[in-house]
């Protein structure tokens, strides 16, 4: 299922037009009900790479790749590993091996195996991501971010990053513009970064484009309150209850409260008027307000203490 979110230039950086990717989601002919207690999902955005597949062996390498690794899934092993771990590592750099740039940067960064060092981590960042390495370009942006509030330069490197298909940057790009980070606001943009984020399986992305799309909606309802046609409406809780299943089916607790919600206060109904199951499900609402609860979702306990 494709949906537009009609984007308008007002004046903005506009990002390059994604081609929308097709998910495998639960259709909308069908009740979603919670099956099992998911671990809420979070976003670490100093967490390391995490699979060897990200970085397979280069051939024309006289090294081995799991020997370098030791067998270690992530960064997070090389604290059991030695100095000659990360002097493999600065060779195989040497020899213009991208990804070693990345895997240097986040030892500089975090202080595996050296002294941490943000400055000597944005040096291997700035090669990797000069070298078109997704990575590189995401780990840049974020060093920019996080460390240099530097909010210009990490826009373009998430801008970067984005053209690669990289969710995580384009879930930030939504950020960025939802908040005017360095750039003019601008919601309509950060809905579609958002939404393409979400049709690559990020979680996060799939509640934030939720959030968004209520807003720009909202804001409509409030200011031209009798302009909005029932298909209008159909359409628009159409998109928020594909998104909402998405990220609720994966575990967000936030998202499985809102579409909670939405099976409560019968909104549901406007997806398609002839489809009655959608009016009012409170038995199902309460399933996904409940396991919201159980994730950990505070506003979910609230919400459950104040009315049962």
């Known amino acids: 299922m494709k949906f537009s979110s009609g984007t308008q230039n007002n004046g903005s950086i506009i990002s390059p037009p994604h081609t929308p990717i097709q998910s495998n989601t639960p259709t909308l002919n069908q009740n979603i009900t919670p099956c099992s207690k998911n671990t809420p999902p979070s976003i670490n955005i100093k967490s390391p790479i995490a699979t060897k597949s990200l970085y397979a062996h280069n051939n024309s390498s006289s090294y081995s790749f799991d020997s370098l690794l030791q067998k270690k899934q992530n960064l997070r092993g090389f604290t059991k590993c030695n100095e000659r771990t990360f002097d493999l590592w600065k060779e195989v750099a040497e020899r213009k091996y991208t990804p070693a740039y990345v895997i240097l940067g986040q030892c500089y960064r975090d202080g595996i195996l050296v002294e941490s060092d943000i400055a000597k981590a944005l040096i291997w960042f700035k090669r990797a991501a000069h070298m078109n390495d997704i990575n590189g370009c995401w780990y840049l942006a974020l060093c920019y971010f996080i460390y240099y509030d530097n909010y210009q330069d990490a826009f373009t490197w998430l801008l970067n990053a984005s053209k690669k298909k990289h969710s995580e940057a384009d879930t930030a790009l939504g950020l960025f513009y939802y908040y005017g980070l360095g750039i003019p606001r601008n919601v309509n943009q950060a809905l579609d970064h958002f939404q393409y984020a979400a049709d690559l399986g990020n979680t996060n992305a ?103």
């Not at 807003?215 to 159409?238: C, G, R």
């Not at 499985?256 to 909104?267: A, E, P």
């Not at 109904?269 to 959608?278: L, Q």
């Open 206 to 308: 799939q509640y934030l484009y939720c959030e968004c799309l209520n807003y720009i909606f909202k804001e409509k309802e409030n200011q031209m309150p009798k302009s909005i046609t029932m298909e209008e409406k159909s359409i628009h809780y159409d998109k928020l209850f594909h998104y909402c299943s998405m990220a609720a089916t994966q575990g967000n607790p936030r998202a499985q409260f809102l579409l909670g919600k939405l099976y409560l206060d019968g909104s549901l109904k406007f997806i398609n008027t002839e489809t009655s199951n959608y009016k009012f499900n409170s038995s199902i609402g309460l399933q996904w307000i409940r396991l919201s609860a159980e994730n950990g979702y505070k506003k979910a306990k609230e919400f459950l203490i104040e009315i049962l």
